[in-house]
């Protein structure tokens, strides 16, 4: 680039320079010849009076022609000229270039233009081809002898040799040109280079720049122009720079609102989104145009946000349901007017996802009234019973033992839901805190599965442990997956057949964590209700779980506490086959230090 630029200023400066010189070569030239003949035609006139003088009075001895001509001679290689001696007749009577022995037969010169204008003007000159020796030349001629003229004096010079004169200066002249050429084109480029290269280190900075350099500046070394142009430049790279950080940190608020954004310009077209709201709706987030509003796919997200542009209302939190990428979701929107300068200027939406509260206030209000409903039937059996007893039944000792041990059972019951519930919203509420510590399953399951045997051998069910020694320890609550344990064991023994009932405990080491079966050969579990049966309240067969003094509580209970532990739940079953849980729960990470020797 900077080659380019140099070589071209440099031309330009060198032809401008040679353009001005070949001119006043060419229009000196012309000056030169004339200056030339003009020299030459004084020198020869000159010359020629002072020798025409000599001659005023012709010499005596010069009748005879072989004296005038040795005179010719003599003077003319004297002044390397060619000298003429005319008599009045036209009569040659010496030439320089002509041998005495010759003259006679020249022609007369009477009638030649410069000695008859010498003879009537006193003066005559021309240039013409010489008949004697037929070369061009330049003849002077002036009368001689005074006070009696007795002929004409002529000096002839070729004009060959003004014009060898002439070459010879121009070629020194030309030699002058060419030397001025070649330095006017050095200094030409010099002059570029020194005049491109601080140019080529502003080029190279903005290069740089644009690259991503971002601390590339140009060094001012000068106050001139280009010294600005560089100031210039060093202050809109710092402008750019402090842009971009704050663009960057405008957008990184924007990435850390939860809320989804969207801006929209006048016309109502999308200009901005955050990463909460492309994600929502699909947007491209990189907006670099403004893009149509159609680009929302809901419709109903798409119509709110088309009322507010088009009436140019307020919102706040007006609740929508919407598909959005992640499903149907239920959203509020507030909308504000950007104003700017008094100017409507497009409008802000702000969007919350209020999906998860709405669902959370429902699962309240349904846990109310299933809590309520469960607390109605133990209650109305309470008092049923109760009332009977007071209208007489108490007087049958045998009736009324019987209705008394419902009453105690009922009350158990009652107790138990109120146990459960209470346990439930504590550990649901997310209030607990758990004490995670490394611990040894093995020892923790024989102590909880012990307090089942009674109740086991009573129901003539036969429970098994098969837990291998040496388990890694679990990070985990030890009462809490007491709970578990405990839940997951009374299942089992509740939901076992009465004869051949068997329930077999295992565990093992996985990778990174360790597994707990509880297995059952008891009634199973449908498959339609394998997922439900960790709801709350859900029981399979309601009366039969209510009898056996189940509130369906259990295993909700159970799986938060297992989801608390960054473990896991799983259920395989078969209708009368049995069930098997698996509960997995992480191993507790090695201490750093003091592994066994
Ligand atoms: N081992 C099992 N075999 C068959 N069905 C089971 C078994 N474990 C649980 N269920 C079914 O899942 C339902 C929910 O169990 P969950 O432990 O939550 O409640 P529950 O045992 O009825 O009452 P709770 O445990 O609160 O006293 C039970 O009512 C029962 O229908
Ligand atoms: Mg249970």
Redesign the pocket.
């Known amino acids: 680039m900077r080659g380019r630029l140099s070589i071209r200023l440099g031309a330009i400066f060198g032809l401008i320079v040679f353009f001005s010189l070949a001119f006043s070569y060419l229009y000196q030239g012309r000056q030169l010849r004339e200056l030339f003949v003009s020299r030459v035609r004084a020198d020869l006139q000159r010359e020629l009076r002072l020798n025409s003088g000599m001659l005023d009075d012709r010499p005596a001895d010069w009748s005879d022609t072989a004296r005038s001509d040795q005179w010719a001679d003599r003077v003319g290689a004297a002044l390397d000229l060619r000298v003429t001696l005319i008599d009045l007749d036209g009569q040659v009577i010496g030439d320089s270039y002509v041998p005495a022995g010759r003259l006679a037969f020249l022609k007369n010169h009477s009638a030649r233009t410069e000695v008859r204008d010498a003879l009537s003007k006193g003066f005559g000159e021309t240039i013409r081809s010489s008949e004697t020796v037929r070369e061009e030349m330049l003849y002077l001629a002036v009368p001689v002898g005074s006070p009696k003229r007795w002929g004409v004096l002529r000096f002839a010079k070729p004009l060959q040799d003004i014009r060898m004169l002439e070459a010879e200066v121009r070629n020194g002249v030309v030699g002058g040109l060419l030397w001025a050429l070649l330095i006017s084109l050095a200094a030409g480029m010099l002059s570029a280079y020194l005049l491109s290269r601080p140019l080529e280190r502003i080029t190279e900075a903005a290069d740089r720049f644009l690259h991503g350099e971002t601390e590339a500046r140009v060094q001012v070394r000068r106050r001139d122009e280009i010294g600005r142009l560089s100031m210039a430049f060093n202050y809109m790279a710092d402008e750019i720079v402090r842009m971009n950080r704050q663009e960057e940190w405008l957008r990184e608020v924007l990435s850390s609102i939860r809320e989804a954004i969207i801006v929209t310009n006048a016309e109502g077209q999308i200009v901005l989104v955050n990463p909460a709201a492309s994600r929502l709706f699909t947007i491209d987030g990189a907006l670099n145009r403004a893009v149509p509003v159609k680009q929302i796919a809901d419709k109903a997200m798409r119509g709110l946000l088309e009322r507010v542009q088009a009436g140019g209302e307020r919102l706040f939190r007006e609740e929508l349901t919407a598909m959005t990428s992640k499903g149907e979701r239920v959203l509020t929107v507030s909308a504000v007017a950007v104003m700017q300068a008094e100017r409507f200027d497009g409008t802000v939406f702000v969007i919350n996802d209020i999906t998860r509260l709405r669902k959370l206030e429902r699962m309240r209000r349904d846990f109310v009234s299933s809590v309520s409903h469960e607390l109605r039937t133990p209650l109305a059996s309470i008092r049923g019973y109760a009332e009977t007893l007071l209208e007489g039944a108490m007087n049958d000792p045998d009736n009324a033992v019987s209705f008394l041990r419902i009453i105690l059972q009922e009350s158990q019951q009652l107790t138990?839901l109120v146990n459960?519930v209470l346990d439930l919203s504590k550990i649901e509420s997310g209030r607990i805190v758990y004490d995670f510590a490394p611990l040894d399953l093995k020892a923790h399951i024989v102590k909880s599965v012990a307090m089942f045997d009674q109740v086991a051998s009573r129901k003539g069910v036969r429970i098994e442990l098969a837990i291998p020694e040496g388990l890694p320890p679990v990070m985990a609550d030890a009462g809490y997956v007491d709970i578990v344990i405990r839940?997951?064991v009374?299942?089992?023994v509740?939901?076992?057949g009465e004869k051949g009932g068997m329930v077999r405990i295992r565990a093992f080491a996985m990778s990174d964590a360790v597994s707990i079966e509880?297995e059952?050969n008891?009634?199973?579990?449908p498959q339609e209700?394998l997922d439900r049966?960790?709801e709350r309240f859900?029981?399979?067969?309601?009366a039969?779980?209510r009898q056996?003094?189940?509130?369906?509580?259990?295993?909700?209970?159970?799986k938060h506490i297992v989801l608390a532990h960054k473990g896991d739940i799983r259920v395989r079953?078969r209708v009368n086959s049995?069930?098997v849980?698996t509960v997995t729960l992480p191993v507790a990470p090695c201490p750093p230090t003091g592994s066994p020797r």
């Not at 008891?522 to 579990?525: D, P, R, S, V």
């Not at 056996?548 to 159970?558: P, Y």
């Open positions: 138990a459960d839940n997951l009374d299942n089992a509740k939901y076992v509880v059952d008891g009634m199973g579990i209700d049966i960790f859900y029981r399979v067969d309601k039969r779980s056996l003094g189940g509130t369906g509580l259990g295993l909700s209970i159970v079953s049995g069930s849980f």
